[in-house]
């Protein structure tokens, strides 16, 4: 399964929900401001490097070059629109709205 | 049930009335349930709170939902779950909830069924579709 989560981790819980109901194999992709939950040095950087240790992690590059972040905590695969579909296409989805 | 029925679960997590999601959420649910589907719903996080039974919407000019929740399993929703850790963080409990319908047998009141965050995750891996509210 794909978890997207598209709101920062400072503004609302739906990264930490996501991560509370992910199941083994799932991945999830971080897009809009979910990005910043890709960025590394915040107060929340533990939660996805946590995460990490047993699931893949995505991010969205246009939404991450958008926002500046020039830094991702390592693992994290940086990728495309096309990718995304890519995601899309091989699971089925849920969105953390 | 055959293979082809669609399992399709709805999330609901956004509190009731400050925004139109439950409203919306609970009208698709109700349409699909006419079709053959096998439909579940998963209350989380602030969604509990739609839950709540004794919601008085008069005042806000709008009808509410209390009602509709109460004939869910008339319209064969009845896998209708909670989760037990966002129940409890908002103070909520098991007797706050709405009832959803009667046992046709025994005449009891039907509520929502509280899981945890493993047996969500482990349904949620099932679905063919989940329907985010």
């Given at each position: 399964?794909?978890?997207?989560?598209?709101?920062?981790?400072?503004?609302?819980?739906?990264?930490?929900s996501?991560?509370?109901?992910?199941?083994?194999?799932?991945?999830?992709?971080?897009?809009?401001?979910g990005?910043?939950?890709?960025?590394t040095?915040?107060?929340?950087?533990?939660?996805?490097?946590?995460?990490?240790?047993?699931?893949?992690?995505?991010?969205?590059?246009?939404?991450?070059?958008?926002?500046?972040?020039?830094?991702?905590?390592?693992?994290?695969?940086?990728?495309?629109?096309?990718?995304?579909?890519?995601?899309?296409?091989?699971?089925?989805?849920?969105?953390?709205? | 049930?055959?293979?082809?029925?669609?399992?399709?679960?709805?999330?609901?997590?956004?509190?009731?009335?400050?925004?139109?999601?439950?409203?919306?959420?609970l009208?698709?649910?109700?349409?699909?349930?006419?079709?053959?589907a096998?439909?579940?719903?998963?209350?989380?996080?602030?969604?509990?709170?739609?839950l709540?039974q004794?919601?008085?919407?008069?005042?806000?000019?709008?009808?509410?939902?209390?009602?509709?929740?109460?004939?869910?399993?008339?319209?064969?929703?009845?896998?209708?779950?909670?989760?037990?850790?966002?129940?409890?963080?908002?103070?909520?409990?098991?007797?706050?909830?709405?009832?959803?319908?009667?046992?046709?047998?025994?005449?009891?009141?039907?509520?929502?069924?509280?899981?945890?965050?493993?047996?969500?995750?482990?349904?949620?891996?099932?679905?063919?579709?989940?329907?985010?509210?």
């Amino acid at each position: 399964m794909l978890h997207t989560v598209n709101k920062s981790p400072f503004q609302n819980g739906a990264l930490e929900s996501c991560l509370r109901f992910i199941n083994e194999g799932d991945v999830i992709l971080l897009i809009e401001d979910g990005v910043f939950g890709a960025r590394t040095g915040t107060a929340k950087a533990a939660l996805i490097e946590n995460v990490l240790k047993t699931n893949k992690v995505y991010a969205l590059s246009a939404d991450v070059q958008a926002r500046g972040i020039t830094s991702v905590i390592d693992g994290i695969e940086v990728t495309d629109y096309a990718g995304f579909v890519d995601l899309v296409e091989q699971h089925s989805v849920h969105s953390w709205l | 049930m055959s293979d082809d029925v669609k399992k399709i679960m709805f999330t609901v997590r956004k509190g009731p009335h400050g925004t139109i999601y439950v409203y919306e959420g609970l009208e698709v649910k109700l349409i699909m349930a006419a079709y053959d589907a096998d439909i579940s719903v998963v209350f989380m996080d602030d969604g509990v709170y739609a839950l709540q039974q004794g919601q008085k919407t008069g005042d806000l000019g709008i009808k509410g939902f209390e009602a509709t929740y109460g004939v869910l399993v008339d319209y064969e929703i009845s896998k209708v779950y909670v989760d037990k850790k966002s129940m409890e963080d908002r103070g909520m409990t098991v007797e706050d909830l709405v009832v959803i319908g009667e046992d046709e047998d025994t005449e009891e009141d039907i509520r929502p069924t509280v899981v945890d965050a493993d047996q969500i995750a482990a349904m949620m891996a099932e679905q063919h579709n989940i329907l985010p509210f």
